[in-house]
């Protein structure tokens, strides 16, 4: 049962350096999406996507990119890491069959990045 | 803008007593709602919803209460568990996949 998995848990970048953070769901979700969650504000949205080949920007999508070539992957890249970046990353997928569905989201355990 | 808000950063209810956790929203175009609940080191994990057609629903010891003129929604948590410590979330979308979440509110059960 495995989910959502996230690599890698921990990651400590230089400013400048790029890097991708890893996504896979094994329960044929068409729905993913990037968060982070910083202290007093919650988890925000940084990209999402509907399916394989479709993505959109969330509420805080500059200096992040990301691409979805198959139903498991929703990889998220940082291409010049910055410290205002430093923060915790949360992948999560969900079903597109009805309402309820479609809100219920699973996310993975959470990706720390520290941008020194 | 926050458009969820849990202005309760945390709580601390003693073991068998209630946990009354809030949150306030200000976009009317939301539709359903949300409560997720966080371990350390761990990701959210869904615990229960409410569409904005109902004005309460409940599962087991979590009940939550909708109250749309006000914008205010509310979890209860009857009786509390020590397991039950945990950072939660409030979140609200407009029933297109985004959720829009609260900062949370720490929960810490005393025995």
């Known amino acids: 049962n495995a989910g959502v998995t996230q690599t890698p848990k921990f990651q400590v970048l230089k400013t400048g350096q790029s890097m991708t953070l890893q996504c896979a769901q094994d329960?044929?979700?068409?729905?993913m999406s990037w968060y982070r969650q910083d202290p007093g504000m919650g988890l925000r949205l940084i990209h999402y996507?509907?399916?394989?080949?479709?993505?959109d920007q969330g509420e805080v999508p500059n200096g992040y990119n990301v691409s979805r070539s198959t139903t498991e992957d929703f990889p998220l890249r940082l291409l010049s890491a910055a410290p205002s970046q430093t923060s915790v990353y949360f992948c999560a997928s969900s079903s597109t069959a009805g309402v309820l569905a479609k809100n219920i989201q699973y996310f993975g355990a959470g990706t720390r990045l520290s941008v020194l | 803008d926050q458009q969820v808000k849990q202005n309760s950063p945390s709580l601390s209810v003693q073991e068998g007593r209630i946990s009354i956790l809030n949150c306030d929203y200000t976009n009317s175009m939301f539709d359903y709602f949300l409560w997720y609940k966080k371990y350390p080191a761990e990701g959210p994990t869904f615990l229960i919803s409410?569409?904005?057609?109902?004005d309460k629903n409940e599962d087991g010891r979590f009940t939550v209460f909708l109250n749309k003129s006000a914008k205010h929604l509310s979890l209860h948590i009857v009786p509390s568990q020590p397991g039950d410590s945990a950072v939660y979330f409030c979140a609200a979308s407009v029933g297109d996949y985004k959720l829009s979440f609260g900062a949370g509110t720490t929960v810490t059960v005393r025995a």
């Open positions: 409410i569409s904005s057609i109902k």
């Open positions: 996507s509907v399916g394989a080949g479709i993505t």
């Open positions: 329960m044929n979700h068409e729905y």
